[in-house]
């Protein structure tokens, strides 16, 4: 369980949490099928289901107190050895509902055939671990959204700077920073982003997006950006953060801001 739990911290990315779980909790609990449905506006949608059977019963979309996942979730109490609804095939469920902070998250549930009853010890495992795989999934959906926000903000202002140089000719470069084992929110993250703030001019705009920074220069001087580049190493040598920096011009490498960040970003990556 140690491992799992800390596999499960690693990640800020909801797909790959999931998988994760999955993965290490087989290990310790046998199961055919793993779903996790998640709450939301008063309904259970599957955001993850994998395993040998009952595939379509585990994509099911449920409202609160409808189904077994749905009662679960609406009772805020655990199903031992229950027989799920609607199974193609004889079943056993356990499933356990996800709360963090008092708040429902969602259901998670494990199937078996019936000749293959779930012990106690699986439901006092499952038990111990609801309210942390709670805790990762709302932490993992926060940075979606939030990703979703930064990313929304970039266009904006990159497509801004795309017009503007257009019609005074002026210079432009996109800047990603693609840094190893970084998460958004965290507070070396917080950090980072503000000594980035500090090393750049105050009209250069900064976005994170992922585990990448994303700084957009305009109106610069040509030896700029490699100066700026020089201050952001700098930045992340002294966080202890290994950085892979990748440039875009334009118009070089690109026309417009989806262009741009592509070109940056296989610049970084290459």
Not at 96 to 114: D, I, N, W
Not at 157 to 176: K, M, T
Request: overall charge negative; aromatic content about 6%; charged content about 25%.
């Amino acid at each position: 369980m140690c491992e799992l739990y800390r596999q499960l911290g690693n990640s800020l990315d909801l797909d790959e949490t999931l998988s994760t779980l999955d993965r290490q909790l087989s290990r310790v609990v046998e199961y055919h099928t793993i779903s996790v449905h998640l709450e939301e506006d008063g309904r259970l949608a599957c955001a993850y289901a994998a395993g040998s059977a009952f595939q379509n019963l585990a994509a099911l979309e449920y409202t609160l107190g409808q189904g077994l996942p749905g009662r679960v979730a609406a009772a805020r109490s655990p199903a031992f050895n229950r027989e799920p609804d609607a199974a193609e095939e004889p079943a056993l469920a356990l499933a356990v509902p996800l709360e963090c902070k008092g708040r429902p998250v969602g259901v998670l549930s494990l199937y078996r055939a019936q000749s293959r009853p779930f012990a106690e010890d699986d439901l006092a495992t499952l038990l111990e671990l609801a309210p942390k795989l709670a805790a990762c999934i709302e932490n993992a959906r926060a940075f979606r959204r939030a990703d979703a926000a930064n990313t929304r903000a970039l266009f904006e202002r990159l497509d801004a700077e795309v017009a503007r140089i257009r019609r005074s000719h002026g210079r432009l470069a996109v800047l990603q920073c693609a840094v190893e084992g970084l998460h958004a929110g965290s507070p070396p993250a917080e950090r980072i982003a503000e000594a980035l703030r500090r090393a750049c001019r105050e009209y250069d705009f900064i976005a994170q997006r992922g585990d990448s920074f994303v700084v957009v220069l305009a109106d610069f001087a040509p030896s700029a950006p490699g100066d700026t580049r020089s201050r952001i190493e700098r930045v992340f040598r002294q966080a202890g953060c290994k950085v892979r920096i990748g440039a875009a011009l334009f118009p070089v490498d690109g026309y417009d801001a989806e262009d741009l960040l592509a070109a940056a970003h296989e610049a970084a990556h290459a």
